[in-house]
Each structure stands twice: as structure tokens, then as C-alpha cells.
């Protein structure tokens, strides 16, 4: 826990917030303030720096510290499949009613959006289960998922497809089977996968989404945001979605009221909702 005294004596926190907007473009007023201070201030700690005046002079004279600080800021942890009750309802519900509806209209392209991806397990995943989902589907499924994160070190990651063998416990086995190499240490992702997934970074707050969307994963990105700019996010996702698209938002995470208006919940619990 993070001492009140040691934030109080780091100074004023505005000058820091306004001059990481000019110089890098990513506006910590959006996040929580208690999130930013205790980011922020293990950055400063690993400096022995103690004021956020002295943190601003050091970010001038050493710009390569911005990588570092927004590293800092975004916390990565994802597994694939990450909250299997979820993926339960995406696996039976979700994707089935996405297929069979192009499946009666005569469309093939399903278009997808993992929302702060990560390292891509996330978007990965959502591929393994359309490509494995039974009944009914469009002839030739065109799938395709857009995955964007704020932070470009982790998309790195992601784009690799490579990963420690810990986290393949986490894939199902029939899944593994068909979806992933493995030697001793690591695995990857087959292109059957990779290939229907494109990587770009995006800020939720300030870029363009991808539009026409039948599916957005959002999961565990509001915890850094307020209420207000939860809302204003979940605007961004009702108008990039179809009609008719499903949302999912992390388990701990809300969807706000009056945000909520435009979705139906699906599943309140495992935060699944659809368009109206
Ligand atoms: C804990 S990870 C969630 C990964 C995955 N969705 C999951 O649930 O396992 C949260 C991600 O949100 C990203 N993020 C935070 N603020 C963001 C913003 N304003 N725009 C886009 N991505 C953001 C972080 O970079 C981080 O990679």
C-alpha cells in the first residue's frame, strides 16, 4: 500500500499529466488517479526520485523513460481462454447465434475486436473458438479480428505468437491439437490463427475503432479507467458494433447505466451483452 504522505510530498501531479499529454500523446487524465499516482510513483521509486517535478525534469532529459513509464502504466497480465464461465457462453451462445444469423442472411465475412489484447491470447482464442464452433455456419466464413492495445511492446509479443509452455495448459485439448505447435519450452500459434488476426495499436480514448463489428472483447481495461470514461468507451463500442453485435466486458467490470441503454444483457453476470 502506498503511503498518503509519500504522495503528498511528491507535489503537484497536473504539470507531470500535461506534459506526458504534449510529449507522448496518452492522456493519463484519463485513468483512475489513484492508479496513476501508485504507477507513477514505482517509476519514481526506481529512480530515488521524489517529487513529480523532479520526475518531469528527467523525462526531458532522458525521453527513453517514457517507454519505460508506460510500460509501467499498462499492466499486460492475459491468459487465453482467461475466465472459462465466459468463454463457456462466447463457445455456446455467442458464436453460435453470430454464424447461424450470417449463416440465414447469406453473409460470410464475421467481423471481431479484441479491445486492449494485450499479448494476444485473448484474440487468439476467439479465433480457436469460431474456427472450432459446430451448427450452423456460413459456407465460407471469412473471420476477422482487428486486436489493439495502447502499449506497442506487448503487440510485439503478441504478433510473435510464441509462448511460454506454462500457459498451454490453459488451451483445451482438442484446441491444442489442431491450433498450436509445441517443443520443450514454448509453442505456437498455427497461421490457421494468426493469419485471421491484425495487430495496431489504438487508444481507446483518442483512436479511430473498427466498425461494422459483430463481437467486442473488452476484458479488464475499465478497471484503469473512471466511470465517466468507461461510459464514454462503452459509446465508442455500441456505435462500432452492428446491429445485433455482442459486447463483453471483463468479469469485475460494469456496465455502467446509462451507458447500458443501447444493450440487452445476455448474461449480467459473465458481462455479456448485445446490441439492440
Ligand atoms: C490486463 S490487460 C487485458 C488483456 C485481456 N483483454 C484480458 O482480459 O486478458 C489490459 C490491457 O489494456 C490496455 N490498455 C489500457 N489503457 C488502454 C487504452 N486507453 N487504450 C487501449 N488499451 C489500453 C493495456 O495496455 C493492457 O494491455
Keep these: 500500500m502506498e503511503d498518503t504522505e509519500d504522495v503528498a510530498a511528491r507535489g503537484q501531479l497536473t504539470p507531470l499529466i500535461l506534459q506526458i499529454e504534449r510529449d507522448r500523446g496518452v492522456d493519463l487524465s484519463q485513468y483512475r488517479g489513484s492508479y ?77 475486436w479484441s479491445a486492449g489484447c494485450a499479448t494476444g491470447e485473448e484474440p487468439y482464442s476467439m479465433v480457436m473458438a469460431f474456427l472450432s464452433a459446430k451448427g450452423p455456419r456460413p459456407e465460407r466464413m471469412l473471420l476477422s479480428v482487428t486486436a489493439t492495445d495502447l502499449d506497442p511492446i506487448a503487440l510485439k509479443t503478441a504478433e510473435r505468437a510464441e509462448y511460454d509452455i506454462a500457459k498451454i495448459d490453459h488451451i483445451p485439448r482438442t484446441d491444442r491439437a489442431r491450433f498450436v505447435t509445441s517443443d520443450e519450452r514454448h509453442f505456437r500459434i498455427t ?86
Design 191 to 276: 497461421p490457421e490463427v494468426t493469419e485471421r488476426v491484425r495487430f495496431r495499436t489504438l487508444d481507446l480514448f483518442a483512436d479511430e475503432p473498427p466498425m461494422a463489428l459483430d463481437l467486442i472483447l473488452c476484458r479488464n481495461v475499465f478497471i484503469y479507467f473512471t466511470r465517466e470514461q468507461q461510459e464514454r468507451v462503452t459509446g465508442v463500442f455500441h456505435r462500432a458494433l452492428a446491429r445485433g453485435g455482442y459486447l463483453v466486458l471483463g468479469r469485475t467490470e460494469k456496465m455502467a447505466t446509462s451507458a447500458g441503454k443501447g444493450f440487452q444483457a445476455v448474461s449480467g453476470r459473465e458481462r455479456v451483452y448485445r446490441k439492440l
Design 36 to 112: 496513476v499516482q501508485r504507477r507513477l510513483g514505482t517509476r519514481m521509486r526506481a529512480l530515488s526520485l521524489t517529487t513529480y517535478r523532479e520526475y518531469c525534469a528527467y523525462l526531458t532529459a532522458k525521453p527513453t523513460e517514457y517507454a519505460r513509464l508506460l510500460d509501467a502504466l499498462t499492466v499486460n497480465v492475459t491468459d487465453f481462454f482467461r475466465d472459462p464461465p465466459v468463454w463457456d457462453i462466447i463457445r455456446g451462445e455467442v458464436i453460435p447465434s453470430i454464424l447461424a444469423g450470417k449463416a440465414a442472411l447469406g453473409h460470410h465475412a464475421v467481423r471481431a
